[in-house]
C-alpha cells in the first residue's frame, strides 16, 4: 500500500526566482533562500517515489465558462511554463512524467470518497507548478500527479468542501495498491491582489490575514481556519487571495494536525513568502 510520507505548501509567486537570483545582501531574501533549500532537503528526506503537486491555473486552459472544481492530470508526460510565462518572469522549465496509475485510482476510487475528479490528458503546467517545483525538486527525476483546483472562477467550492477533499485524497493514497512513498507539493497564495486598486509589488495586501492565517496553520486549528477562510474574507484581503484555499486542502490532507514546521517572510519588493510543512513518514 502507498504511505504518505511529505506535505509542503509553498507559494507560487513568479516574481521569486528572480528575486532570490539577484537578492544581493537583501537579509529577508536570505531567508527565504534558505527556506526553500531548507524544503528541498526535507522533500528529499522523504525518499518519495511520486509526489502529488496541487495548484491551480490562471485561466490558461480552463476559463469562466468551463472550470472543473478539481481536474486530475493522466497523460503520460507534462511540462510547463506556457510560453508567455517564460517570457514575462524568465521562469525555467519543468517536465515530467506522470504516474499514470496513480492518476487513474483517484480519478476511479474518488467515487468511493464522494469526489467526482475530472480529468484531462491534455495539458500543460503553468507556473503555480513549475515554480515550487524547481525550488523543491529541480532534478525533475520523480514522476508527479497534477491535480488543479478552482481558485480562479465563481461560484469557488467553499472551504470545507477543500478541506474534505484534502481528507479525501489522504484516503486514496493510503488506499492506492502500489507501494509508494508519497510526497505532496501544493501552492496558492495568502493576500495577494493582481489588477486591482491594492497593491501587490511592495509587500503584503494584508498583513493581518497572512499572519492570523499562519498562525491557525501553526497551531493546528484547522476548524478556525475552515471558518475564517470565507469567500468573502478572501477577497477582501485581495481579489486572486482565494489561492489560499490549496492550504485549507493541505489541512485536510494533514488531517488537522499542526505542521512540523512554519515560517512567514515579508520581503520589500514583493508579497509574503512562506512554507509550511508536515513530515509524516519515517526518513
Known sequence: MAELVEIIGLTHNPFLPKLLLERGNDPVLEQIA?????????????RADVIVVIASDHLNQWFMDNMPAFLVGKAPRTNGPFPHECRAFGLKPYEAAIDVELAKWFVARGFDERVDFAFSDEFLIDHAFTVPLNFVRPEMDLPIV??????????????????????????????APAKQRVAVVTSGHFAVEVGGPKPNT??????????????LIADGDAA????????????????????????????GMAGGRKPTATALRFPAATTAVYYMEWALGDA
Open 146 to 175: 497534477p491535480l488543479w483546483t478552482n481558485v480562479m472562477a465563481p461560484p469557488l467550492p467553499p472551504a470545507k468542501r477543500f478541506f474534505e477533499v484534502g481528507e479525501a485524497l489522504t484516503r486514496l493514497i493510503s488506499s
Open 224 to 251: 478556525r481556519v475552515v471558518r475564517d477562510a470565507t469567500f468573502e474574507r478572501l477577497m477582501q484581503a485581495g481579489n486572486v487571495t482565494p489561492g489560499f484555499l490549496n492550504y485549507v486542502l493541505l489541512l
Open 202 to 215: 511592495a509587500g503584503s495586501t494584508d498583513e493581518e490575514f497572512d499572519r492570523h492565517m499562519m498562525q
Open 34 to 46: 534558505a527556506d526553500y533549500a531548507f524544503m528541498h532537503d526535507r522533500l528529499a528526506a522523504a
